[in-house]
């Protein structure tokens, strides 16, 4: 990972000293020049302190830096809160030599404890003296919390002939149903865009991507998902097909980084794509693929390795759209298990089984209504994810 660059942009990562293991837990990510940025942001209606300030300051549409924490998630914390934000952000200006308007901020962490910011303040200066354009993987190992491994990919794309560049990072293992972002997703790329392009590439992109995963159900109240474009390549995305090429290199970007985020849940064994084809409509489709997904008793028996169809048929069910049993399907990868209102047989369970053996593996229900589908990506609960969100304070 050290050898990844995206031109005018440096990255950092330092520990400070709010994780009790010692680890890294301050990042930054800087640009020479002010940059175009936009964002997304969780609808949880308790929004952390840093997520309302951002939503104060990523309006401008242009910013210098972002600087994030984690162990100590800043929200609930009232005023003070937003105090210490105003004091991260601050502190990283001073040493920048920036307006502090122009630096972004993020957390992650215990929500309900106060910002031990004075801490932030002190390492600002080891923070910013760190700054290196190979600084990417020391970034993405600062803003992790219960993830066991970084999350760093990047792209090359070309837009007439002249070459950009696309770096993203992101954290998350648990409490990840997004709404808009999930978790932390910083993203840096050196194509010229306009800020309002950007927001609209960022929007399509994160809607089939980090907004089409969920781990177990819950919002975080600190989702934030961020891109800077420096404009230094010398590739610019002006017109309409221009912009779609960014576009569509940011959502293959942002697809690879979703699947790092279920692929390193809390406590999972599983990767698992629940497909839902033969809808009336993509609502109702993504209404069904997330009941199932979120059904503890499918992602239970996913982790034992049991081919459990009835808990399957029993979610869509449930999930408020008007399914009709004898026209369903139910395959596990390619295996047909329930078909014409029954159970395919012991050797399609047998094969079904097999493929749950599998690390990742695609769950299909045919409503057999109509041409739409719809996707997400979630995994199975093990005794890990309960022992971890247990002890996640302690």
Request: proline fraction near 2%.
């Given at each position: 990972m050290g050898d990844i660059r995206c031109t005018g942009f440096a990255a950092a990562g330092v520990a400070c000293g709010i994780k009790k293991n010692g680890k890294r837990d301050l990042g930054l990510l800087a640009c020479e020049k002010p940059a175009a940025v936009a964002g997304v942001f969780t609808r949880n209606r308790v929004k952390a302190a840093p997520v309302l300030l951002d939503l104060e300051r990523v309006a401008a549409g242009r910013c210098r830096a972002v600087v994030v924490n984690a162990g100590n998630?800043?929200?609930?914390?009232?005023?003070?809160?937003?105090?210490?934000?105003?004091?991260?952000?601050?502190?990283?200006?001073?040493?920048?030599?920036?307006?502090?308007?122009?630096v972004l901020v993020a957390s992650t962490g215990v929500i309900g404890q106060q910002l031990p910011v004075a801490r932030i303040e002190a390492a600002a200066p080891e923070l910013a003296r760190a700054l290196d354009p190979c600084g990417f993987g020391r970034l993405a190992e600062a803003i992790m919390t219960t993830d066991t491994v970084p999350k760093l990919v990047w792209r090359r794309g070309e837009i007439g002939g002249k070459a950009f560049t696309i770096v993203g990072t992101a954290k998350g293992s648990g409490m990840i149903c997004p709404d808009m972002a999930t978790m932390l997703c910083f993203v840096c790329t050196d194509v010229d865009i306009a800020a309002a392009d950007l927001r609209e590439?960022?929007?399509?992109?994160?809607?089939?991507?980090?907004?089409?995963?969920?781990?177990?159900?819950?919002?975080?109240?600190?989702?934030?998902?961020?891109?800077?474009?420096?404009?230094?390549?010398?590739?610019?995305?002006?017109?309409?097909?221009?912009?779609?090429?960014?576009?569509?290199?940011?959502?293959?970007?942002?697809?690879?980084?979703?699947?790092?985020?279920?692929?390193?849940?809390?406590?999972?064994?599983?990767?698992?794509?629940?497909?839902?084809t033969g809808a009336a409509?993509?609502?109702?489709?993504?209404?069904?693929?997330?009941?199932?997904?979120?059904?503890?008793?499918?992602?239970?028996?996913?982790?034992?390795?049991?081919?459990?169809?009835?808990?399957?048929?029993?979610?869509?069910?449930?999930?408020?759209?008007?399914?009709d049993p004898q026209r369903m399907r139910i395959l596990f990868d390619d295996v047909v298990l329930y078909a014409r209102g029954g159970w395919t047989g012991a050797a399609a369970e047998a094969a079904a089984t097999a493929v749950l053996q599998?690390?990742?593996?695609?769950?299909?229900?045919?409503?057999?209504?109509?041409?739409?589908?719809?996707?997400?990506?979630?995994?199975?609960?093990?005794?890990?994810?309960?022992?971890?969100?247990?002890?996640?304070?302690?």
């Open positions: 998630a800043n929200c609930c914390t009232g005023q003070q809160g937003m105090r210490n934000a105003r004091r991260m952000a601050a502190c990283v200006a001073g040493e920048l030599g920036m307006d502090e308007t122009e590439c960022l929007v399509q992109a994160v809607a089939p991507t980090l907004n089409a995963i969920t781990v177990d159900g819950d919002t975080s109240t600190n989702d934030t998902t961020l891109v800077l474009a420096s404009g230094l390549s010398g590739a610019a995305a002006r017109k309409p097909e221009e912009v779609a090429v960014f576009r569509d290199l940011l959502q293959d970007l942002l697809a690879e980084l979703a699947r790092m985020l279920v692929r390193d849940a809390e406590g999972a064994t599983k990767l698992i794509e629940v497909a839902v409509d993509a609502a109702e489709a993504r209404r069904v693929a997330y009941t199932i997904a979120h059904s503890p008793l499918v992602k239970t028996a996913c982790f034992g390795q049991d081919a459990n169809w009835g808990r399957i048929i029993a979610a869509a069910g449930r999930s408020g759209v008007n399914v599998k690390p990742e593996f695609r769950l299909t229900v045919d409503l057999g209504r109509g041409a739409a589908s719809a996707g997400v990506l979630t995994c199975d609960f093990s005794l890990d994810y309960v022992r971890i969100n247990a002890d996640y304070r302690s």
